[in-house]
């Protein structure tokens, strides 16, 4: 079964607009994006394909995905409009 993407405006739909609006007027928040949504797919990748990996290394890809999303939700809470 394949696990479904974790895009920032499903993740938290009453922040989408903000999410939207930070996408453009911040190259910060879209780098930080993108990353997340690099991260994401990789870690997808590895577990629809059951590909091996070592724990720390899948427990690492987790954390850093876990904390752009932080780093995502807060600038968007903060810019809510």
């Known amino acids: 079964m394949a696990n479904p993407s974790r895009t920032l405006e499903t993740e938290f739909p009453d ?3 903000s999410i939207r609006h930070l996408i453009q007027d911040s190259i910060q ?3 930080d994006r993108d990353n997340y949504h690099k991260l994401d797919k990789a870690i997808r ?3 629809e394909r059951g590909i091996t990996t070592d ?3 899948f ?3 987790k ?3 876990a904390r752009l999303k ?3 939700y807060q600038q968007a809470r903060k ?3």
Do not use: I, N, P, S
């Open 15 to 17: 922040l989408a607009d």
């Open 29 to 31: 928040f879209k780098t």
């Open 45 to 47: 990748g590895l577990e």
């Open 55 to 57: 724990d720390d290394h």
């Open 59 to 61: 427990k690492e890809l």
């Open 63 to 65: 954390t850093q995905r």
């Open 70 to 72: 932080d780093t995502l």
């Open 79 to 81: 810019h809510r409009h």
